[in-house]
């Protein structure tokens, strides 16, 4: 009787120990894939140049590939990717920065595939996965970003795969951090939550911003 009852605890048991790196990378996919829009918050942490920054705010995504990130700290702070164009704005400036988003080379730009078509197992290099307690934690290279990123850390919930928190490292040393928490899948959005409009007598101009 003993025997039976483990041997039916290590049936039960094997699944939950059977998820490989493709089963979690799939369902990461199929949960992105399915989705029309995403609203989250967010706190993004900053290391690097001889700086230690921490901002949050609000997160709001649409597909195909539209995104705009309001800042709460600092307040009025704000990022948008229109799907042409990305706009960047910190209150206070004179001027707001535009950049084609086929140009774009922020830390920000592989979060936007996810609203587009997922596949980690193609879009990252040198993929690999471990667990932490309900968390599975993706670790590759972005496609065609080897000579900046170092490595990109993806942490999802494996049971789901939605995704909780991004991790960026890059060549020079400096870090990146994403976490995400009250994630609103498929909520309604405009057309006007991506059109960047500048605050009166702020000039738009071409170019990156400052880090």
């Given at each position: 009787m003993v025997?039976?009852?483990?041997?039916?605890?290590?049936?039960?048991?094997?699944?939950?120990?059977s998820q490989?790196?493709?089963?979690?990378?799939?369902?990461?996919?199929?949960?992105?894939?399915?989705?029309?829009?995403?609203?989250?918050?967010?706190?993004?942490?900053?290391?690097?140049?001889?700086?230690?920054?921490?901002?949050?705010?609000?997160?709001?995504?649409?597909?195909?590939?539209?995104?705009?990130?309001?800042?709460?700290?600092?307040?009025?702070?704000?990022?948008?990717?229109?799907?042409?164009?990305?706009?960047?704005?910190?209150?206070?400036?004179?001027?707001?920065?535009?950049?084609?988003?086929?140009?774009?080379?922020?830390?920000?730009?592989?979060?936007?595939?996810?609203?587009?078509?997922?596949?980690?197992?193609?879009?990252?290099?040198?993929?690999?996965?471990?667990?932490?307690g309900d968390?599975?934690?993706?670790?590759?290279?972005?496609?065609?970003?080897?000579?900046?990123?170092?490595?990109?850390?993806?942490?999802?919930?494996?049971?789901?795969?939605?995704?909780?928190?991004?991790?960026?490292?890059?060549?020079?040393?400096?870090?990146?951090?994403?976490?995400?928490?009250?994630?609103?899948?498929?909520?309604?959005?405009?057309?006007?939550?991506?059109?960047?409009?500048?605050?009166?007598?702020?000039?738009?101009?071409?170019?990156?911003?400052?880090?």
């Open positions: 025997r039976r009852f483990a041997s039916l605890v290590l049936l039960f048991a094997v699944p939950a120990f490989t790196l493709h089963d979690v990378a799939k369902r990461v996919n199929e949960h992105y894939n399915r989705l029309g829009s995403l609203e989250a918050k967010y706190t993004e942490r900053y290391t690097g140049m001889g700086m230690n920054r921490t901002e949050s705010g609000t997160l709001l995504l649409r597909k195909p590939g539209k995104m705009r990130w309001s800042y709460a700290a600092p307040e009025g702070k704000l990022f948008v990717l229109d799907g042409k164009n990305a706009y960047f704005y910190t209150p206070g400036d004179a001027q707001a920065q535009k950049i084609p988003a086929k140009q774009l080379d922020d830390m920000r730009s592989p979060l936007r595939f996810l609203l587009g078509h997922t596949n980690l197992e193609k879009e990252l290099d040198h993929l690999s996965m471990t667990t932490s968390r599975a934690i993706f670790t590759g290279v972005p496609k065609g970003m080897e000579d900046r990123v170092k490595q990109f850390t993806v942490t999802v919930m494996e049971a789901t795969g939605a995704i909780v928190g991004l991790k960026i490292e890059e060549q020079d040393g400096s870090i990146t951090e994403f976490s995400f928490s009250s994630l609103k899948e498929n909520v309604p959005t405009k057309d006007s939550d991506f059109v960047f409009s500048p605050p009166a007598g702020v000039e738009v101009v071409s170019g990156l911003p400052p880090v």
